[in-house]
C-alpha cells in the first residue's frame, strides 16, 4: 500500500537554528499539507499546497514557515528560526483530490521537533 | 463554539463493553465526515468516513445527524487493541478542503 514517507523521524535542534522536515507523498495524490500536534493536545492544521503553491495556511504559519516542493515529488517544511514553542510532532498528509477517497487524508509517521 | 468538539475522555471500558463517543461541529457547509484513530505517539489513521444515512464496518458504526450537527461513533464487542485515541474529522469551508480535528477522545479497554 502506498505511503507518506518522513524524515527525519526525530530532531533536536537549538532555539534559533533553522530546521527542514522533508516529505516523500503519494505520488498520485493532488493535495498536500503539514499538521502539528504539541504533546497531549489535539493535531493542528499548519498549511495546505495544491498545484505548486500555499492554497490556505492557519495562523501558525508565519513568516517563520515556508513550504517547498523543489522537485515534483519532495515536499518540504522550513521553520527558519525555531522557538521552544515550536516542538511537537509535525505530520505531512495528502489526498487524491479525485476518485474513491478523494477527501481521505493519509498521514505520515511523523517528524518529531524538540527546541531546546 | 469550537469546530470540532468532543468529550475527551478517558472512556474506561470492560472487553465486550459497548462504547460510543459524539461529536459536534460548528460549520454547517461541511460535507465530509470520519473518524481517525490515532496510538499513542502515532500518526492519525482513518477508521472509517461517515456517510448521511449512517454506515458500519464490522463493529464499528457511524452516524451522522446533520440537523444537529452531530456525529457518532459505536464500538460493540470492544477488544484490548480498541485501546486508542479516536479523533473526529470534519472538512473546513474552502477550496482546499483542509481537515480539522477534534481533540479526541481516549478509550482504554481494560481486560
Known amino acids: 500500500e502506498p505511503e507518506v514517507t518522513q524524515t527525519p523521524s526525530h530532531q533536536v535542534t537549538q532555539m534559533g537554528q533553522e530546521v527542514i522536515l522533508r516529505c516523500v507523498p503519494i505520488?498520485?495524490?493532488?493535495?498536500f499539507y503539514w499538521y502539528r500536534q504539541i504533546l497531549g493536545q489535539k493535531v493542528e492544521f499548519l498549511v495546505s499546497f495544491y498545484n505548486n503553491e500555499i492554497s490556505e495556511k492557519s495562523e501558525i504559519f508565519d513568516d517563520q514557515f515556508s513550504v517547498e516542493r523543489p522537485d515534483g515529488s519532495n515536499f518540504t517544511l522550513k521553520i527558519r528560526s525555531t522557538k521552544l514553542e515550536d516542538s511537537a510532532m509535525y505530520f505531512c498528509?495528502?489526498?487524491?483530490?479525485?476518485?474513491?477517497?478523494?477527501?481521505?487524508?493519509?498521514f505520515g509517521a511523523g517528524s518529531r521537533l524538540t527546541v531546546l | 463554539r469550537k469546530e470540532v468538539e468532543q468529550d475527551p475522555g478517558p472512556f474506561n471500558v470492560p472487553e465486550g463493553a459497548t462504547v460510543a463517543f459524539n461529536c459536534t461541529y460548528s460549520?454547517?457547509?461541511?460535507?465530509?465526515f470520519f473518524w481517525y484513530r490515532q496510538d499513542c505517539r502515532k500518526e492519525p489513521k482513518l477508521l472509517m468516513s461517515v456517510y448521511s444515512s449512517g454506515n458500519e464496518d464490522g463493529r464499528f458504526t457511524a452516524q451522522l445527524n446533520r440537523a444537529s450537527q452531530y456525529i457518532s461513533l459505536l464500538i460493540r464487542d470492544s477488544k484490548l487493541s480498541d485501546s486508542a485515541t479516536y479523533l473526529c474529522v470534519v472538512n473546513g469551508v474552502g477550496a482546499t478542503n483542509k481537515l480539522i480535528f477534534g481533540t479526541g477522545t481516549l478509550l482504554a479497554v481494560q481486560p
Open positions: 505520488s498520485n495524490h493532488l493535495y
Open positions: 460549520n454547517s457547509a461541511s460535507q465530509s
Open positions: 498528509a495528502g489526498m487524491p483530490g479525485q476518485g474513491d477517497g478523494a477527501n481521505v487524508l493519509t
